[in-house]
């Protein structure tokens, strides 16, 4: 067994921001070099931006990827629930995706559950929450008792991974149990228009520290190609305040 610790970088709703997404893999890069072990998407892979097929070409390197409630949308064509501006951009990023990369997304899982074992941790992986797989939030501000419930949820796993509020979050229980959300790379609204990462470090003793990773990309250029193609202009312009 290494005794350096066992990485995991946590990415969740990129969003068809492939320029966000090298961002992070650089400044990852530049903080870890190669030492990364596992790579895991929280969901959300398209929509609201520009860039959906490269997007599917990227996540095919991943380790472990659940489905997010725009992947569901974007592959079917139905953004029924939708409010205007993630409605056009769901049927626009339907026309734009090649059969292949609808097809990766539908096979994409609702939750996993993964073990560490030379770690001895367990995750429990979903887009939102264990509660609704798809469309449940589980916000910084959520009151104690709610986060402890859905810890409940979870079993015997120690920690659950989630994304969908692009908000970063790390809560642990008295047991210590622990909800960590990394933020999003593609869209963030935390009013921080960095892309947010998340970094699971494991120790030989299986103690867990969490971390966020912050990294500036070229948002005007996202901005450019949003505009042109035709995507709704508050798409682009929320990208630069974090909203």
């Known amino acids: 067994m290494s005794t350096r610790p066992l990485r995991i970088l946590l990415l969740a709703d990129l969003h068809s921001n492939v320029t966000a997404y090298y961002a992070v893999r650089d400044k990852i890069n530049e903080l870890y070099g190669s030492n990364i072990d596992y790579t895991v998407c929280l969901g959300d892979l398209v ?8 997007m599917i070409k990227i996540a095919e390197t991943f380790d472990v990827s659940v489905i997010g409630n725009h992947d569901v949308a974007c592959a079917a064509g139905n953004a029924n629930g939708f409010n205007l501006a993630a409605k056009d951009a769901v049927l626009w990023t339907f026309d734009q995706l090649s059969t292949y990369s609808k097809t990766f997304l539908s096979l994409l899982t609702k939750n996993e559950k993964v073990e560490i074992e030379e770690r001895g941790v367990k995750f429990y992986i979903t887009h939102a929450s264990p509660k609704e797989h798809l469309t449940d939030y589980i916000y910084p501000d959520d009151p104690k008792k709610r986060k402890d419930e859905l810890l409940d949820m979870i079993g015997a796993n120690h920690i659950m991974l989630v994304g969908h509020t692009h908000i970063p979050l790390i809560y642990q229980n008295e047991a210590g ?11 963030p609204r935390d009013n921080n228009p960095r892309a947010s990462a998340g970094i699971v470090e494991i120790n030989t003793d299986s103690n867990l520290k969490l971390d966020w990773i912050r990294a500036e990309y070229d948002i005007r250029e996202v901005a450019r190609d949003i505009l042109n193609a035709g995507l709704p202009a508050r798409l682009a312009d929320r990208l630069f305040f974090g909203q």
């Not at 929509?47 to 490269?54: A, I, L, Q, S, V």
């Not at 149990?177 to 869209?187: A, D, L, T």
């Open 47 to 54: 929509g609201y931006g520009p860039h959906p097929n490269e």
């Open 177 to 187: 149990k622990v909800i960590f959300n990394p933020g999003s790379v593609g869209q």
